[in-house]
């Protein structure tokens, strides 16, 4: 127990020095899946990136974990063609 309040308050200090200070430029990525039933369509994963500056999310629903750089293709094209912006950082756990 002790160990893990060390451990969680380095992290949160280390983190500090990394936080974004403009939209877009830090992300964040993960990946969650198998679930024990399929959601709609047989979708049994899903993909989650976060703005690490506004909070925003963005969730992907997808069969395979495969399919993970194809949507993060999808996500950065949409991100470039509605804000004109570009990822700067993905850090995915």
Request: glycine letters at 4%; proline letters at 0%.
């Given at each position: 127990m002790c160990f893990w309040k060390r451990h969680?308050?380095?992290y949160l200090i280390a983190n500090k020095k990394e936080r974004s200070l403009i939209p877009i430029a830090f992300f964040?990525?993960?990946i969650y899946g198998p679930m024990q039933?399929?959601?709609v369509g047989g979708?049994?994963?899903y993909l989650l990136f976060k703005d690490d500056y506004i909070g925003y999310k963005f969730v992907?629903?997808?069969m395979k974990k495969s399919k993970t750089l194809s949507c993060f293709k999808t996500l950065v094209k949409t991100i470039h063609r509605?804000?004109?912006?570009?990822?700067?950082t993905l850090r995915i756990d």
């Open positions: 969680k308050a380095s964040h990525g993960d039933e399929e959601l979708v049994c994963n992907y629903c997808i509605e804000i004109k912006c570009t990822i700067k």
